[in-house]
């Protein structure tokens, strides 16, 4: 399985951004698609999850009512909305996948490069 993540990009203060995670390769063991954000000298959090099986879907207190995670319906791609974005939600957000629910990225494997967001 490997993971990409792209869309990331500068934008202002109570902007919108869509970030996008594409899955490649197969494993049926994966049940939950994460993002989670790294600002700078800040551990890595997760910030939403998806269960691949029946999309329910779970968020970080902070981005309640502002982020949203869907998937396409190919379940291939995830998808970050990030509306109304602060400057504290800049950094690098990473997607990653996992076998049991939750947002403590030690859950998580198969990290893809990451994708930046600068919100000024």
């Known amino acids: 399985v490997q993971l990409v993540e792209s869309g990331g990009g500068s934008v202002q203060v109570g902007g919108s951004l869509r970030l996008s995670c594409k899955l490649s390769?197969?494993?049926?063991?994966?049940?939950?698609i994460g993002w989670f954000h790294e600002a700078p000298g800040a551990e890595r959090e997760g910030v939403a999850s998806i269960d691949i099986r029946n999309g329910d879907t779970y968020y970080k207190g902070s981005v309640k009512g502002r982020f949203t995670i869907s998937q396409d319906n190919t379940k291939t791609i995830t998808f970050l909305q990030m509306n109304s974005l602060r400057p504290e939600d800049s950094g690098m957000y990473y997607c990653?996948?996992?076998?049991?629910?939750?947002?403590?990225?030690?859950?998580?494997?198969?990290w893809g490069q990451g994708t930046q967001v600068t919100v000024s």
């Open positions: 390769g197969s494993d049926d063991s994966v049940r939950f």
């Open positions: 990653a996948t996992a076998r049991l629910f939750g947002l403590n990225p030690i859950l998580y494997a198969n």
